[in-house]
C-alpha cells in the first residue's frame, strides 16, 4: 500500500510494511512497520509499530508506543512517548514531553516541560519544567536492573540541563544550570549552578556547586 | 562586537531560563545569537550584547498584549519574508522544470502563515504551514516542493 505525499490527505492508517513519501495529514495512525521517506506533517500522530522517517516530523499530537527513529527534526506541540524513540542529528521541540519510554538524541530536547519516568540520554535538555525520574527501583526491576548495573542501563545521561526549575532522580549529567534544582537519589552530576533553591539528596554525588542560591 | 553571557543576561534582564528557550523555539530569538565558546568554566554561550539585550527589552514590553506569534512577526518580520521569499523561489523552480503552470500564495490566519500551491484550474498541488517548513531544513523544504511539482508531472 503507498500514499502519494501530495496535498492533504485527511485520516491515513497505516498497517502491514509499508513505505510512504511523507506529506501532511490531519491524523495519521501508524501500526505495522513503517518507512516514511520525506517530511512528515500532521495534527495527530501516533505510532504503535515501528516507524522510520527519513525527513522532519512536524504534529501537534503525537504519541509513541513503538519504535520509531527519526533522522531530523521533530517539532511537536505534545508529545507522549511509551515505546522508543531515536532522533539521530536532528532536535526535538515541543511545549510538553512526556517519556515513560526510552527516548535518545545526539542533538537537543528543548519544550516547556518535561516529564520522564523514563530513560533519556541527550546531549542538552533545555526548557521551564525538567523532572527526570529515572531508575526505577520496585521489586522486579531491582532484579532487573541489578543485572544491567554495571551498564548504567537505568540512568538517564545528559551533558546539559538547564531549566527553571529541574527536578532528577537517577540522573548522571555533566552540568545542571537551574533557578530552583532538586538533584534526588542517585544522582552523579559534574557541576550544579543554582541561582534560587538547591536541594540535593545524601545518596547524590555533585561534584561542584557554583551561583548565588539558598540550600533546602 | 560586545558580548553578554547567558548567565549574565539572566541575571541582568530577570528572565528564566523557559522564558529564553522558549522565545528561541518561537524565533524570536535567532539561534545564530546562541554562540558557544569554551571558558575556563567549561562550554559558556555567549549573545551579541547590544542585540539581545535591546531583543529581550521589547519581547518583555510586548508580551502581555501580543501573543509570541504576533511580537515575531512584529520584530522578526525580516527573516519571514526570507521564508516567503525562498518558497516563492522554490515554487519558481518547480513551475520552470515542469513546465506547467502554477501559482503560490502565502496568507496569514489566525494560526500563523500558511502557504498552497495551485494550478490555473485551482486545484490544489500542496499547501502547509510555513512554521512546519520553518522548521524543516531549506533543503527540506526545497526538495518537499520539488516532489510535489514532480508527481503533478505524472
Known amino acids: 500500500m503507498e500514499f502519494s505525499g501530495i496535498g492533504k490527505q485527511s485520516s491515513g492508517k497505516i498497517d502491514g510494511v509499508v513505505t510512504i513519501k511523507g506529506g501532511v495529514y490531519d491524523d495519521l495512525d501508524i501500526d505495522g512497520v513503517c518507512t516514511v521517506e520525506g517530511d512528515l506533517e500532521t495534527q495527530q500522530l501516533k505510532i504503535n509499530g515501528v516507524c522510520t522517517c527519513h525527513g522532519s516530523i512536524a504534529a501537534t499530537d503525537f504519541s509513541c508506543d513503538g519504535v520509531l527513529t527519526v533522522h531530523g527534526n521533530v517539532c511537536v506541540t505534545a508529545i507522549d512517548i511509551d515505546g522508543v524513540v531515536t532522533i539521530n542529528g536532528g532536535k526535538l521541540e515541543a511545549d510538553k514531553i512526556v517519556c515513560d519510554g526510552v527516548l535518545t538524541t545526539e542533538g537537543e530536547i528543548s519544550a516547556d516541560v518535561i516529564k520522564a519516568n523514563g530513560k533519556i540520554s541527550a546531549r542538552e535538555i533545555v526548557g521551564d519544567d525538567v523532572t527526570i525520574k529515572s531508575y526505577w527501583s520496585n521489586g522486579f526491576t531491582k532484579l532487573l536492573f541489578k543485572i544491567t548495573e554495571k551498564t548504567g542501563f537505568r540512568f538517564s545521561q545528559i551533558d546539559l540541563i538547564e531549566a527553571t526549575t529541574v527536578d532528577l532522580r537517577g540522573v548522571r549529567a555533566k552540568v545542571v544550570n537551574g533557578r530552583n534544582v532538586t538533584i534526588g537519589k542517585n544522582c552523579e552530576i559534574g557541576r550544579v549552578d543554582c541561582s534560587g533553591q538547591l536541594k540535593i539528596d545524601a545518596s547524590a554525588i555533585v561534584r561542584e556547586i557554583t551561583g548565588e542560591y539558598t540550600m533546602s | ?154
Open chain 2, 1 to 154: 562586537m560586545e558580548e553578554i553571557s547567558k548567565k549574565e543576561l539572566l541575571a541582568e534582564t530577570g528572565i528564566s531560563y523557559g522564558q529564553l528557550y522558549r522565545w528561541k523555539r518561537e524565533g524570536l530569538i535567532p539561534e545564530e545569537w546562541f554562540v558557544k565558546r569554551s571558558s575556563f568554566t567549561g562550554q559558556e554561550t555567549f549573545f551579541p550584547r547590544e542585540r539581545i539585550l535591546e531583543r529581550v527589552k521589547a519581547i518583555l514590553a510586548m508580551k502581555d498584549g501580543w501573543s509570541l506569534e504576533e511580537i515575531r512577526r512584529e520584530l522578526v518580520g525580516e527573516e519571514d519574508s526570507a521564508l516567503e521569499g525562498l518558497i516563492r523561489e522554490a515554487i519558481g523552480a518547480v513551475i520552470r522544470d515542469g513546465e506547467s503552470s502554477a501559482q503560490a500564495i502565502v496568507f496569514e490566519t489566525n494560526d500563523g502563515k500558511h502557504y498552497m500551491l495551485l494550478t490555473k484550474d485551482g486545484r490544489v498541488l500542496a499547501d502547509g504551514n510555513v512554521k512546519a517548513l520553518a522548521v524543516l531544513s531549506e533543503k527540506a523544504v526545497r526538495e518537499r516542493i520539488k516532489a510535489f511539482g514532480e508527481t503533478n508531472k505524472r
